[in-house]
């Protein structure tokens, strides 16, 4: 029997870099709000090892997941698992916390360059709602970068370069490639009554100190105090109802000990992340939807996108020490625009990095033993330094998630599958990073690539599936994340990506979370939805 509870002004899917900014927002102006959470809450002190001696060993990324939700398929050979994270504060939680701004003409590719979908806003309207999230997470930064214009100075400095950084830096010196200090959601100094980032290293595990902007650090406590939000860990949803009007009413959630819940709200916001977003969509047919939720135009799962990572690292001669500090620190999007005399569309962004830093890490990447593993170790751990290219995929719509018609979780929903593989244009900008990436560390006198690959599926930067756009007949969502069949009913993470650019995507996530915000409660206190 499913237990019906009080209605709401608000429902939200999940808490993350979407949610977590709504939440907050919303409460903040006076809606009553539910934040439904997969995950559960965590305990820095408890879940996050960093200070512990066996932090590589004992940092197991499990308890970021859900069982029920980590269970995938795919539609196409040789795909990775895409990152999904679930927890109170969502991917914010194991995210790096680069805070950077996507560039002009990222949103218009298809005037600009011919290729993809302009986007329905541009980058000049999301400059003030950057500008507010940039504040809210105290970034630490540098202004007035080559390519992102518009940047008002930042709060809190830049971090310095590492070590790391600055032995690639050679190589980009010597070819004239320009770098900058990465916009960090983490402190550079006390602010906000947060410490300063003490510079473990391990962001990816959870921040033990508070300094790293996390959703359950920043947005969440600040939604809570308003006593208008309440927020449910460890809820499962499971599928959206309407109404007799095409309206969404409820939303069905399973609790940790497997009872099932109805709670109704006037406005239900989708936040789960790419994957579990459409899902939830494709899973909500009723007779009005046949075909899922807000799916009038077919495209609900479709043009799934993710950034095209080719992760490397490499040997140097210097003792540069590595493992200490952050991982990363330096970007540089000087090939982030299309080349006329390259064969493929769009680019990509360097970013620099410490490369291997764990000696465990390090010790297994090789199958070296006894007396040649020792040598092996000597001669490289804290000499490594490493570049991630992150290259923008195209929007094509055979990579797009579905609901597998056979398997199901334990609790009888299908699971996602995903259809995913590089495409041409993906293929030639693999193949030119490759050629950059070798360049750069010839330049920088680097004696061996200790690795350097590319997984398709497997990246964190998960895009589309619910894209934002003017027709309703080629987008699934308006510019302020509305669905354009269900007026209630709002999708509010990178689902609503038309293309995905070369930045990490929280930022612009949480940009447009504060615009589409703005526009909930407008449209909530003229009864519009």
Known sequence: MTNSLKKVDACIIGSGAGGGVVA?????????VVVLEAGRRMDPLQDYTAARPDWWTARKNEKFTVAALNKVTFGTK??????????????????????????????????????????????EELVPYYRKVEVELGVSGKAGNPWTPLVEPYLNPAFP?????????????????????????????????RPMCVQCGDCAGGCMSGAKSSADITYLPKAEATGKLVIQPECIATRINTDTHGKAKSVIYIDKSGVEHEQEADVIVVSAGVIQSSRLLLNSMS????DGLANSSGLVGKYFMQHLSMHSSAIFPDRIDSYRGFFGGATSQDFARTNPNSPFARG???????????????????????????????????????????????PDERNCIELDPEVRDEYGIPVPRINFAP??????????????????????????????????????????GCRMGNDPKSSVLNSFCQSHDVSNLFVV?????????????SLTIQAIAVRSSEYIVDQYKKRNI
């Not at 007779?287 to 046949?290: A, E, I, R, T, V």
């Not at 693999?430 to 050629?435: G, H």
């Not at 990436?437 to 690795?451: F, G, H, R």
Request: hydrophobic share 35%; glycine share 10%.
């Open 493 to 505: 993470d990178a689902s609503c990506f038309v293309t995905t650019g070369t930045a990490n995507p």
């Open 78 to 123: 040789g795909t990775s698992r895409p990152t999904m994270v679930h927890g109170v504060g969502g991917g914010t939680l194991r995210y790096l916390a680069y805070a950077v701004r996507m560039v002009p003409d990222d949103f218009h590719t298809y005037s600009t360059d011919g290729v993809g979908m302009d986007w329905p806003i541009t980058y």
């Open 161 to 193: 370069y590492s070590y790391a950084n600055k032995i690639i830096k050679r190589g980009c010196d010597r070819l004239g490639i320009r770098l900058w200090p990465t916009p960090m959601a983490r402190l550079s100094r006390p602010f906000d009554g």
């Open 423 to 464: 495409r041409q244009n993906d293929r030639l900008m693999l193949k030119a990073m490759k050629k950059n990436l070798i360049e750069i560390y010839d330049a920088a006198k680097a004696t061996e690539i200790l690795y350097m690959h590319y997984k398709p599926g497997g990246s964190a930067h998960n895009y589309g």
């Open 24 to 32: 907050k927002e919303l409460a903040e102006k006076g809606m009553n």
């Open 348 to 394: 990509w962004c360097n970013e620099l990095h410490s490369g291997i830093t764990n000696p465990v890490q390090l010790a297994l990447h090789k199958s070296n033993w006894g007396a040649q593993l020792k040598d092996r170790m000597r001669s490289t751990f804290g000499h490594s330094a490493g570049i991630t290219n992150v290259g923008e995929q195209l």
């Open 287 to 290: 007779k009005l939807f046949p």
